[in-house]
């Protein structure tokens, strides 16, 4: 009877599959992998890792290493291994941790070998251990004053959690989860993002005052801030009009008396001390004694007293004495001294 041709292709990959067989028990090795297995336990609590490997005898060789960025020891040479010494025991091949810890998860790997005829024999089994966390108390950040209209965000974070929590704000004890124009605070507009924390009013108001916090909750438990006041201030439009234009004003009449004391000469170079001071007035009576010698000399009486003060009124009075040798003229110019 004729075989078929399928029956033929089928024959040629059974003969390849039994080569390849005897290939690898030549060698001296062969290796089976189980499938992985995942364990979940609440950090503190304890957990077993299973070494589910088909072939297990006392003479075989049992390894437990955890697979990270590296590899490190856990079983070793019939000994745990590291800090695992003092809250773990073995249970045949099994690992009993007492006291789990967030830094235990990770993939462990267990690996056992037995000589067998063919050679050596190394079963593996992989299991994951996922440590739950209860989150922590969360940061809060609710400012303490706002003024009406303006957009506020409150923010809410927590960073041990696992799974990753949800954030759930409360005004005054009441939760603000759901829809706002729903709830008890009708008159409020926000937005409560339960993933991010982020707790937004969109136009706050004067009736948002209250007590705030924020809850972290996952599937081990829930935490919560201290509870924060927030005080919504009204904005006082007219007062803040009424402070600009009174400080414009100021400003112009600042800015108009500077221009007059500048046209009045008020900011000359001379200083009032400089022009106050004996060296100045003492400059000046030479000037006023230089002035009526001059227009006395000139025979020009009526500009006589023009630059004359009275303080050097009598100076000038024995100088001209001196200058002229008579008291004729100077009896021409004497009242323009009392004028002066």
Same mark, same amino acid.
């Given at each position: 009877?004729?075989?078929?041709?399928?029956?033929?292709?089928?024959?040629?990959?059974?003969?390849?599959?039994?080569?390849?067989?005897?290939?690898?028990?030549?060698?001296? +090795?062969? @290796?089976?992998?189980?499938?992985?297995?995942?364990?979940?336990?609440?950090? +503190?609590?304890?957990?077993?890792?299973?070494?589910?490997?088909?072939?297990?005898?006392?003479?075989?060789?049992?390894?437990?290493?955890?697979?990270?960025?590296?590899?490190?020891?856990?079983?070793?040479?019939?000994?745990?291994?590291?800090?695992?010494?003092?809250?773990?025991?073995?249970?045949?091949?099994?690992?009993?941790?007492?006291?789990?810890?967030?830094?235990?998860?990770?993939?462990?790997?267990?690996?056992?070998?037995?000589? =067998?005829?063919?050679?050596?024999?190394?079963?593996?089994? *992989?299991?994951?251990?996922?440590?739950?966390?209860?989150?922590?108390?969360?940061?809060?950040?609710?400012?303490?004053?706002?003024? *009406?209209?303006?957009?506020?965000?409150?923010?809410?974070?927590?960073?041990?959690?696992?799974?990753?929590?949800?954030?759930?704000?409360?005004?005054?004890?009441?939760?603000?989860?759901?829809?706002?124009?729903?709830?008890?605070?009708?008159?409020?507009?926000?937005?409560? &993002?339960?993933?991010?924390?982020?707790?937004?009013?969109?136009?706050?108001?004067?009736?948002?005052?209250?007590?705030?916090?924020?809850?972290?909750?996952?599937?081990?438990?829930?935490?919560?801030?201290?509870?924060?006041?927030?005080?919504?201030?009204?904005? &006082?439009?007219?007062?803040?009009?009424?402070?600009?234009?009174?400080? @414009?004003?100021?400003?112009?009449?600042?800015?108009?008396?500077?221009?007059?004391?500048?046209?009045?000469?008020?900011?000359?170079?001379?200083?009032?001390?400089?022009?106050?001071?004996? @060296?100045?007035?003492?400059?000046?009576?030479?000037?006023?004694?230089?002035?009526?010698?001059?227009?006395?000399?000139?025979?020009? +009486?009526?500009?006589?007293?023009?630059?004359?003060?009275?303080? =050097?009124? +009598?100076?000038?009075?024995?100088?001209?004495?001196? @200058? *002229?040798?008579?008291?004729?003229?100077?009896?021409?110019?004497?009242?323009?001294?009392?004028?002066?």
């Amino acid at each position: 009877m004729a075989r078929s041709p399928q029956g033929l292709l089928m024959l040629l990959l059974l003969h390849y599959l039994i080569v390849a067989l005897d290939y690898h028990k030549a060698n001296g +090795f062969s @290796a089976s992998k189980d499938h992985r297995q995942e364990v979940t336990v609440i950090e +503190f609590q304890e957990a077993i890792l299973a070494c589910k490997t088909p072939k297990k005898t006392t003479s075989s060789r049992l390894e437990w290493k955890k697979v990270g960025q590296g590899v490190s020891l856990v079983y070793y040479q019939q000994a745990l291994q590291g800090d695992f010494k003092d809250r773990a025991e073995m249970i045949d091949f099994n690992i009993r941790i007492k006291n789990v810890t967030r830094s235990d998860a990770g993939e462990y790997r267990c690996e056992v070998s037995a000589p =067998t005829e063919q050679g050596q024999n190394l079963q593996e089994d *992989t299991v994951m251990l996922e440590v739950l966390v209860a989150p922590a108390v969360p940061a809060c950040e609710v400012p303490t004053s706002v003024m *009406t209209g303006s957009v506020v965000e409150l923010r809410c974070q927590d960073k041990e959690g696992n799974p990753a929590p949800e954030y759930i704000w409360f005004k005054d004890g009441t939760s603000l989860l759901g829809n706002p124009k729903g709830g008890t605070h009708n008159n409020s507009s926000y937005t409560m &993002n339960t993933k991010s924390g982020i707790l937004q009013f969109n136009m706050i108001s004067k009736m948002d005052s209250g007590e705030y916090y924020c809850e972290a909750r996952n599937s081990v438990g829930h935490r919560r801030c201290p509870g924060k006041r927030m005080q919504v201030d009204v904005l &006082n439009i007219s007062g803040i009009i009424a402070t600009v234009v009174v400080v @414009a004003f100021v400003i112009s009449v600042c800015g108009l008396s500077t221009c007059y004391a500048q046209r009045k000469g008020y900011f000359s170079k001379e200083t009032s001390f400089q022009k106050g001071s004996p @060296a100045s007035k003492v400059t000046t009576m030479s000037e006023n004694v230089s002035t009526i010698e001059a227009c006395l000399l000139n025979r020009t +009486f009526g500009d006589c007293g023009r630059k004359v003060d009275t303080v =050097t009124s +009598f100076l000038i009075h024995f100088r001209l004495v001196s @200058a *002229t040798g008579t008291l004729k003229d100077l009896g021409k110019c004497w009242p323009l001294f009392c004028l002066g």
